[in-house]
């Protein structure tokens, strides 16, 4: 939970974003004749869509005839494009400097450890009630559900009722680089479990975010008798659900693990950088986007040091381990082995739906990371899951400016019903 480095280096890996900004205006200059009609000539265009799809294609037609019944020369819209073009240019590039001079700096006291293995840790946020063990994703670090004294899921929650305990995965040292999914949750995470420091709190809820409800629900499916509940937020299931080509764009994803295999190999984990440009893949443009809009803000205001806050936790990713890579992308992604019922951990099935302890499953609507669709089909397989459907997106639902109303609240009041 080290704070990020004094000069930033974000938004990672950074030549790509810009790469990208660039191609995207080329892309739009050279797809439109001198007279600001849509063209493919001189760009390379070999599905109709790229680097201005169909839809956009018909919308530059519409204006092209717009302006010409006008009696406005067509030449305009081109010079119109390549205007705003240079305006979103400037802007971004003023947003990505204006984070790199901002002056937050994370300085939050560290809670107390409970335990430790390698390179993990379990820290201990206080409060007086039934225990609740925190297991966040592989490729992150743990601190965006404790990001700032005003956003902190876990001291909410410990302030609400629950005994909170977070469990730190930490920077993956020479043994965890040989995990796999089986030795993190059969092994690293069940000894958490078993730590003697839990024994005297009682049974705990287990609370998984993201990939690690995926490694929770692995666990409470092994380890049933010694747990409360189990909770989990944004939690994919079926990779190949959601919008049209979702399938086919988590194959494309697995499709790149032969790529991967050299960084795998010599690095033993897939790196910080591979990692960020799989997730940029989701959603390329969005960058630019926030970037821009930050540029905008108040630099001295909440929303643009929450904004800060966010960027270095996302920037301060974490290596995953090369056997875990191996599995998500080729497993989870390719072959869809969830959904399917054909994931196993030490042998076992995972199946939701042999499950016996109370759930509850929270839905992101905003999610470009795990489609709500992903995220249902969990809940749809789980007997008897409360589901929450929350109006936020992936991150913001745990740590954006509306997260205490739309989720910490209904998460707590679940878990004080118990």
């Known amino acids: 939970m080290n704070p990020p480095p004094p000069n930033r280096r974000g938004p990672r890996p950074l030549p ?8 995207r205006g080329w ?3 050279m797809a439109l004749t001198p007279e600001g009609r849509p063209s493919s000539a001189g760009w390379p ?35 119109a494009v390549l205007r705003r073009l240079a305006r979103q240019d400037r802007a971004l590039v003023a947003g990505i400097a204006a984070y ?15 335990w430790r293995e390698g390179g993990s840790r379990l820290l201990d946020y206080g409060g007086a009630g039934p225990p609740l063990l925190v297991v966040p994703s592989l490729v992150n670090r743990a601190y965006v559900l404790d990001l700032t004294p005003e956003h902190s899921m876990l001291r909410h929650l410990a302030a609400s009722g629950s005994r909170v305990l977070l469990l730190d995965w930490g920077w993956p040292e020479a043994a965890e680089r040989g995990f796999t999914l089986t030795d993190y949750i059969a092994g690293r995470l069940e000894r958490a479990l078993a730590a003697p420091a839990l024994a005297p709190l009682g049974p705990p809820v287990l609370l998984g975010y993201c990939m690690g409800g995926l490694l929770t629900l692995a666990l409470a499916l092994r380890r049933p008798e010694r747990l409360r509940g189990l909770a989990l937020l944004a939690t994919p299931w079926d990779f190949h659900a959601g919008e049209e080509g979702a399938a086919g764009r988590a ?10 295999e050299p960084a795998l190999d010599l690095h033993g984990a ?45 920037n301060d990713g974490v290596p995953l381990a090369a056997p875990v ?3 998500a992308l080729a497993g989870w992604y390719g072959r869809n082995e ?55 997106g992936h991150i913001g639902m745990a740590a954006g400016g509306r997260a205490e109303r739309v989720l910490w609240r209904p998460l707590g009041e679940w878990l004080a019903g118990l």
Not at 57 to 64: K, V
């Open 338 to 392: 969830p959904a399917r019922l054909a994931w196993r951990v030490a042998g076992a099935a995972v199946d939701p739906a042999a499950l016996t302890l109370p759930s509850f499953v929270a839905v992101p609507e905003a999610d470009r990371i795990v489609p709500p669709a992903s995220a249902m089909a969990l809940a749809a397989r789980l007997p008897g899951a409360r589901v929450e459907r929350v109006a936020a």
């Open 270 to 314: 897939l790196p910080v950088d591979a990692i960020q440009t799989l997730f940029a893949g989701l959603d390329p443009w969005s960058i630019a986007g926030k970037f821009r809009a930050f540029a905008a803000m108040d630099q001295a205001g909440a929303r643009a040091r929450l904004f800060v806050a966010l960027e270095d936790w996302l």
């Open 325 to 327: 890579a191996r599995e």
């Open 45 to 79: 265009s070999w599905n109709g869509a790229w680097p201005i799809s169909r839809a956009g294609q018909r919308e530059a037609q519409r204006i092209t005839a717009a302006l010409a019944a006008a009696g406005h020369p067509p030449e305009r819209f081109r010079a």
């Open 251 to 260: 194959a494309a994803l697995a499709a790149l693990l032969p790529g991967l």
């Open 100 to 114: 790199r001079r901002h002056p937050y700096r994370r300085d939050m006291a560290e809670p107390p450890v409970l």
């Open 16 to 23: 790509m974003h810009l790469s990208l900004a660039l191609m």
């Open 27 to 29: 892309g739009a200059a």
